[in-house]
């Protein structure tokens, strides 16, 4: 056992103190930061868009404005209410979907259950005028004020070579380019890029379908023309087809003697939804946010483990190839049994992914401490979910019993092979293993006691990862005990099968063994 000790100490040691075992460390973190800050000054980089309008029906202006006025109103609602979020003075926030004491708590609650009514119920109050005064009393003194973002869509003029009369086809080709970004738009006197042109033509009620009229196929481009390179952006053609859609459907209603405001007023009416969790205690069966992240928890875990256990079974193998084309290996069996070296190397490593995760959690709970935001704010308070909830236990288990079983694996491929290139191609085959369950994650999280989900959970090799996934859905008792007793079982077994080679398999030399040479190796001996 002191040698075991020992050998685990200098496994760690040699791997700590290398740059590229911190290197590979912080990449994680790094990478995560620069996500986070690389998607919000994204989001908020997006530049002025100008477009050009023209309606020839004469009928459509006003839905038109109002569908890109809409859309700036709920960016700034978005922003508002990060704002909210980021200053109130009560900042213990609470992951309940019921209302909360104060008008700034609804305002939120409001956004997060239905954007959409929340939309409305901020126009009808009078927008950032009004929230400002309502919010005020809530925040915290000497916050700054709330800046509102620019607007993202602005019309531009028609260039004075364009005859807004002319055929749809005439002016469309014309605009081309400037479309294409051969010519730039001036907005008052600056050259910009246009956006999109947006073309209603004169005809285009005839292009309306209704309930029993089958479409006609006609030729050419049928109801609104929306012209614009960039195809993934669909903000604003939807915002103006549901605007147009909302305008063409109260016209209806005034035709057929309908008061628009009463069908407005019974399309915003709602019924609330309560979800209640059964196996909770009375009184407590009021499904929470904190109970849906709770529910979510266990995929990052998986991807936690993973990414893990997939750099320390990386350590393993390396340094293993390393030390036996070096002969070093030789010199250490020289000392201690190829048993206790081993079982050293698996410790040892076994400390460094520990140490991996330490790290990772370490820098995750710097970067929410220093950095305040309203998104870090919420991770925060997630996390404090999940480390509060019964998931820790399970996957400290399952991320040991991982490491065993698959490093075991690893180090008797190690033991085989005298480049990490040979290494390779034997090892892929078991990353492609653990690619199965991870590809599942979101299909067992939404129904974690399928009959597929529950079979596969007793494959020792699936076991970690799909019992981790189910960890939150309360598995059944015989999955538990069942699937636990045939992973510790298997960990036995492929520790003992993978002494075997390592012993008989660390001095060889020349070429991996084939598979019949393979078995005949771990037939043979002790």
């Given at each position: 056992m002191n040698m075991i000790r020992l050998i685990a100490w200098r496994e760690y040691m040699e791997n700590v103190k290398t740059k590229g075992f911190w290197v590979g460390i912080m990449i994680f973190p790094i990478i995560f930061t620069g996500m986070y800050f690389l998607q919000t000054a994204l989001s908020n980089a997006t530049p002025t868009r100008y477009y050009i309008f023209i309606d020839q029906s004469g009928?459509?202006?006003?839905?038109?404005?109002?569908?890109?006025?809409?859309?700036?109103q709920?960016?700034?609602?978005?922003?508002?209410?990060?704002?909210?979020?980021?200053?109130?003075?009560?900042?213990?926030?609470?992951?309940?979907?019921?209302?909360?004491?104060?008008?700034?708590?609804?305002?939120?609650?409001?956004?997060?259950?239905?954007?959409?009514?929340?939309l409305e119920q901020w126009l009808d109050s009078g927008g950032l005028d009004f929230a400002v005064t309502m919010a005020s009393p809530y925040l915290r003194e000497n916050v700054p004020p709330f800046e509102q973002p620019s607007r993202q869509f602005i019309a531009a003029p028609i260039p004075e070579e364009v005859d807004s009369t002319a055929s749809p086809t005439e002016i469309a080709?014309?605009?081309?380019?400037?479309?294409?970004?051969?010519?730039?738009?001036?907005?008052?006197?600056?050259a910009n890029d246009l956006f999109a042109l947006i073309l209603i033509p004169a005809n285009v009620?005839?292009?309306?379908s209704r309930p029993g009229n089958i479409p006609q196929v006609a030729e050419g481009h049928r109801g609104i023309q929306y012209w614009a390179r960039n195809l993934t952006d669909s903000r604003l053609p939807d915002a103006i087809i549901s605007s147009v859609n909302a305008e063409i459907r109260n016209r209806e209603y005034v035709d057929l003697g309908v008061d628009n405001q009463i069908v407005r007023n019974v399309q915003r009416t709602r019924m609330p939804l309560s979800q209640l969790d059964p196996t909770a205690a009375e009184g407590e069966e009021q499904v929470s946010m904190a109970d849906t992240f709770r529910q979510l928890a266990p995929i990052g875990f998986v991807y936690l483990m993973f990414v893990s256990l997939m750099q320390s079974v990386q350590y393993l193998l390396s340094n293993t190839i390393e030390e036996k084309s070096n002969r070093i290996i030789e010199v250490l069996l020289a000392s201690v049994t190829a048993g206790e070296l081993m079982m050293g190397k698996l410790v040892g490593i076994g400390m460094s992914g520990l140490t991996t995760?330490?790290?990772?959690?370490?820098?995750?709970?710097?970067?929410?401490?220093?950095?305040?935001?309203?998104?870090?704010?919420?991770?925060?308070?997630?996390?404090?979910?999940i480390l509060g909830s019964e998931l820790i236990p399970w996957f400290v288990f399952y991320y040991f019993a991982g490491y065993a079983l698959y490093s075991g694996v690893f180090l008797a491929i190690g033991s085989l092979c005298n480049t990490l290139k040979e290494a390779q191609a034997m090892m892929m085959p078991m990353i492609m293993i653990q690619v199965v369950p991870l590809a599942m994650m979101v299909f067992v999280v939404r129904d974690p006691n399928n009959t597929i989900v529950r079979a596969m959970s007793w494959f020792p090799l699936f076991t970690p990862y799909l019992m981790m996934n189910r960890a939150a859905a309360d598995p059944p008792l015989i999955d538990v005990v069942g699937t636990t007793i045939m992973l510790v079982l298997s960990i036995v077994f492929v520790i003992w099968l993978s002494g075997k080679v390592f012993r008989m398999g660390v001095l060889r030399t020349g070429q991996p063994p084939k598979l019949m040479e393979l078995l005949r190796i771990m037939r043979q001996g002790s």
């Open positions: 009928q459509y202006q006003q839905a038109v404005d109002t569908a890109i006025e809409r859309d700036h709920q960016r700034i609602l978005r922003e508002f209410v990060s704002y909210l979020l980021e200053n109130r003075k009560e900042t213990d926030l609470e992951f309940t979907a019921a209302a909360g004491s104060s008008a700034a708590d609804q305002l939120i609650d409001s956004a997060d259950a239905d954007e959409v009514a929340a080709n014309a605009l081309r380019p400037y479309l294409s970004g051969e010519k730039k738009i001036l907005v008052e006197s600056e009620n005839q292009d309306i995760i330490g790290v990772w959690l370490l820098s995750f709970f710097l970067f929410i401490t220093l950095y305040q935001s309203s998104q870090t704010e919420l991770i925060g308070q997630i996390l404090d979910v």
